[in-house]
């Protein structure tokens, strides 16, 4: 048999709420472990090896010397995959760019003197594309399991997987819901991307665009929407402040 | 015959419904509330059942094709084995509106027509329905005008509100067997079957929003419109969501992708809704996406609506539903406003055809979807990207392709993709095909080896006529890839057996590179049939590279075709290469006087299914898959999207 995939796991800024959802996999997790072998996973195993072929990360980027270990493993890795929102689109951990970095780290820390210390030179949070190429992105917020296994399976039959380019809409229809929008709440499903099986309208919840936007929020059908439900550009662009700041003009075609 | 009308107390409805919920030999669906809105759903009791709904989110198309459906299990460890799906419960769907029973008959037209869909048919079979004429109209729907507010087929029973009690229209036997054995029912008498209609009447006077063009009209209409603005003003605030294709009852084209198990031993291929306003619906292997522009998209949507399908199974696929009106966000999707704006225009002069051609007799054998074992013997390199291969159908019988057919061949986890068949037709199990490595399937196929086992559905399409060119002189054109299925027709005519039958031939082959030039051996002896010739050029030669030929693109070798041996009286041209060739190439033939009907083409689309139903290969109103990819150039050169 051809050997197996050597899989290592990181984490960057992030909740490792990602590598969770990998871990609570439960009993297919001996399944993962039979087509891949993990060398490295902080979150759920002792052993570390630097000899992997895929790398997949979690978090985002905010200082250089996070940046500097990225790039030390973008070298060792052949297929860098970025895991979960803060990896793949900077997510939450973007909001605190609106403000400067020594503003943060001020109201973060108050006066304490922290000039100097590497762990505290923080500069503008970023995601891994923004440092490093990245192969292929497993989205969310946290990311959907299913989602996972699909993008797994195929990289371990070495398959390019899918690239979804379409809304949550398309899902969100699947699955029958009574439109957000029509339930007087603003939803991010029309400019989100899908792959998530609509989990957030499913349960009644309306989107956040945790998993990167496919359309950029200034577009002409937007408005036609916003105006619509007496929104403003304004309303929509704060409400993509959780997932995608600086972002809403980006229109997610760089996979 | 005359109508079978029963009259069942509101009462004894309940006790109806409940003892056909009891008995559980069906899986009883019935229309329930959903939140603000109505959806179809499995009934605990009678009492959720809700029979004065408006309009469900989804229409039932979900039960006979529905969102995500398992067609076969396959594993990744034996060779190739596929099991099929799957026993369902018989189920009884309550609440149906006229409009969604029409929809559904369209539906069976598209599905149970000369390659039925098996999947779709045992469902359709096993399914008892239960109409509900309409009692609240939904504030979107326009069902009286387009005529499917009522209807006196496609139920087995059909439900009345006529106050008191319920009027059951008895519309098939099955209907009949169901009320005997569950219900109390007595005889309507006239006075109640004349109530039937006095409810229907005032029901279809209370419609707000109507159609002011006859649907009759619409083919006209929109061929009379093709180019007009509306289409780009409108869809210039389309959110491309395909929302509008999701909630249709009449919509129905489908993805066909692999789902395998996270041991990677074993998997299923999902069957799932598609939609036509999504980019990436004509995406091909290569990348190339053939209606890229939205508006294209947007204007597909209605030409397949109320042209396409109209043309070819003789139904407006609109049934007034209004649930597209409900679902778009931009309110651009709703046809009602469409039409209306188009009545107001009547005509510009687009000279569009949305020509249809009978389709090929071949259909897939066996099972829709489930394809064949079979076996590569033969691995054969051609340039440093293009493989052959030669397969063997493990049933050991012959593929029984005619030259410019193509197969779609699987590998379990990755895919499927259409390949046109590059062998002649032979009566042997064996066959060849030509793989340039571009996507999933490709990539993966060059990592196999003699004794790989692969899945083959097919031949599909029409292929090429050989009858077509007795007694010709022919000039091949091909460029890169195209030579691919080209061979198959080449190898036939060159057969010592036919060879008789055609004339002069010329042989014209581009490729981009000296080292991307394929089958230069098998080129060498065809030149040395007689009374054929071949040219050969390439787009360019790096330093370092031999070459002997032209170089140039494909036209540079027209000047070489000896006009006295091709006259343009008796002399076809078959020409296949990649999409931006064709212009050029057809201008070549047309300046040297070859008629438009004696050019054939072959196109390449986004086939799938192969078999005419998932929708991606359509141009305008062909079915590339189907009534192609072999086409007469004068069939579809007034075809708006066959060569843009």
């Not at chain 1, 600086?246 to 760089?254: A, K, N, P, S, T």
Request: hydrophobic share 35%; glycine share 6%; proline share 4%.
């Amino acid at each position: 048999m051809k050997q197996k995939p050597r899989v290592a796991v990181f984490d960057f800024a992030d909740c490792e709420g990602c590598e969770l959802e990998i871990v609570d996999l439960e009993e297919e997790l001996l399944d993962l472990i039979d087509i891949v072998d993990i060398v490295s996973f902080r979150e759920a195993m002792k052993e570390h090896s630097d000899a992997y072929d895929i790398a997949i990360i979690e978090g985002s980027i905010m200082r250089p010397m996070d940046e500097q270990r990225l790039l030390r493993i973008r070298s060792k890795a052949k297929i860098l995959v970025a895991l979960g929102s803060c990896a793949a689109i900077g997510g939450v951990n973007k909001i605190r760019n609106q403000w400067m970095p020594d503003d943060v780290m001020k109201e973060v820390y108050g006066d304490a003197n922290l000039k100097g210390n590497e762990l505290f030179n923080v500069g503008k949070t970023k995601a891994l594309n923004e440092v490093v190429p990245v192969d292929y992105y497993i989205h969310g917020c946290p990311i959907d399991r299913e989602d996972f296994k699909r993008i797994i399976t195929a990289l371990a039959l070495g398959k390019k997987p899918e690239v979804i380019r379409y809304p949550v809409c398309v899902e969100c229809k699947k699955n029958e819901n009574v439109c957000q929008f029509e339930l007087g709440r603003f939803c991010l499903g029309p400019i989100t991307r899908a792959g998530c099986k609509a989990i957030c309208p499913t349960n009644n919840s309306p989107c956040d665009g945790c998993r990167g936007l496919v359309r950029k929020a200034e577009t002409d059908c937007v408005k036609e929407v916003l105006e619509r439900y007496h929104l403003t550009y304004e309303d929509i662009r704060r409400k993509c402040t959780m997932y995608n700041y600086g972002r809403e003009e980006c229109q997610v075609d760089e996979e | 015959m005359k109508e079978n009308v029963q009259l069942i107390s509101k009462k004894d409805m309940i006790t109806f419904i409940d003892a056909l919920i009891y008995d559980r030999t069906y899986e009883v669906v019935g229309v329930k509330k959903h939140r603000e809105r109505y959806a179809y759903g499995i009934l605990d009791s009678a009492e959720e059942l809700c029979l004065d709904h408006d309009v469900t989110i989804l229409p039932p198309k979900k039960y006979f094709l529905p969102q995500y459906e398992h067609l076969m299990k396959y594993s990744l460890e034996k060779p190739f084995q596929v099991q099929k799906e799957l026993e369902e419960k018989p189920r009884i769907i309550i609440g149906m509106h006229p409009y969604d029973i029409i929809a559904l008959q369209q539906s069976d037209l598209v599905y149970l027509d000369a390659q039925q869909d098996n999947f779709y048919k045992k469902r359709r079979e096993n399914t008892v329905i239960i109409g509900a004429d309409i009692q609240k109209i939904s504030e979107r729907s326009f069902a009286a005008s387009m005529k499917t507010n009522v209807t006196s087929t496609g139920y087995d029973l059909m439900l009345t509100n006529i106050g008191r009690n319920y009027a059951v229209t008895v519309g098939t036997e099955k209907g009949t067997v169901l009320l005997q054995k569950y219900a109390t029912t007595k005889t309507a008498a006239a006075t109640d079957i004349k109530k039937i209609k006095t409810v229907r009447d005032t029901v279809a006077k209370k419609y707000k929003r109507r159609v002011k063009l006859d649907k009759n009209d619409w083919p006209k209409a929109l061929a009379d419109n093709y180019n007009h603005a509306l289409w780009e003003e409108r869809s210039d605030v389309c959110m491309e969501c395909s929302s509008c294709t999701m909630v249709c009852p009449t919509c129905y084209c489908y993805d066909v992708r692999d789902e395998s198990t996270l041991n990677l031993k074993e998997g299923e291929r999902v069957r799932t809704w598609d939609g036509c306003l999504l980019k990436d619906f004509t995406k091909i292997g290569s990348g190339e996406i053939f209606r890229e522009d939205v508006k294209e998209r947007y204007r597909h949507r209605f030409y397949r609506k109320g042209n396409y399908l109209p043309n070819r199974y003789g139904f407006v696929a609109c049934v007034g539903c209004g649930r597209c009106g409900i679902a778009c966000l931009p309110d651009i999707a709703d046809p009602c406003d469409v039409f209306n704006e188009l009545a107001s225009f009547g005509r510009s002069d687009d000279t569009a055809r949305y020509f249809i051609k009978q389709p090929s007799e071949v259909a897939e054998k066996g099972v829709i979807h489930v394809p064949r074992s079979a076996t590569i013997t033969r691995v054969q390199a051609m340039t440093d990207t293009e493989t052959m291969y030669e397969l063997e159908l493990d049933d050991k019988k012959p593929l029984g392709h005619k030259p410019g057919q193509f197969i779609e061949l699987s590998i379990f986890g990755v895919g499927e993709a259409p390949f046109g068949v590059s062998s002649p037709p032979a009566d042997a199990p064996t066959f060849e095909i030509v793989v340039r490595k571009v996507g999933n399937v490709t990539s993966r196929l060059s990592q196999m080896k003699a004794g790989d086992k692969v899945g083959i559905r097919g031949p599909f399409g029409n292929g090429f006529d050989p009858k077509m060119f007795e007694g010709k002189n022919i000039i091949f054109t091909s460029g890169g890839l195209g030579l691919v299925p080209m061979r198959s027709l080449i190898k036939y005519v060159l057969d010592p057996r036919y060879r008789k039958n055609y004339k002069n031939i010329i042989i014209l082959y581009g490729a981009t590179r000296p080292n991307k030039v394929m089958f230069m051996d098998e080129i060498d002896e065809w030149k040395k049939v007689e009374g054929v010739e071949t040219q050969l050029t390439v787009d360019k030669c790096e330093d370092g590279q031999c070459w002997t030929g032209c170089i140039g693109l494909i036209t540079t070798l027209f000047p070489k075709v000896d006009m006295k041996k091709f006259d343009a009286k008796n002399t076809a041209a078959v020409v296949v290469g990649p999409p931006i060739m064709y212009k050029f190439v057809i201008k070549c033939l047309q300046t040297m006087g070859i008629p438009d009907d004696q050019i054939v083409v072959s196109l390449e689309r986004r086939m799938k299914c192969g078999v005419g139903k998932c929708g991606h290969c359509q141009i305008n109103g062909i079915y590339t898959c189907k009534e192609g990819p072999v086409f007469v150039y004068k069939d579809i050169m007034n075809l708006p999207e066959a060569f843009e």
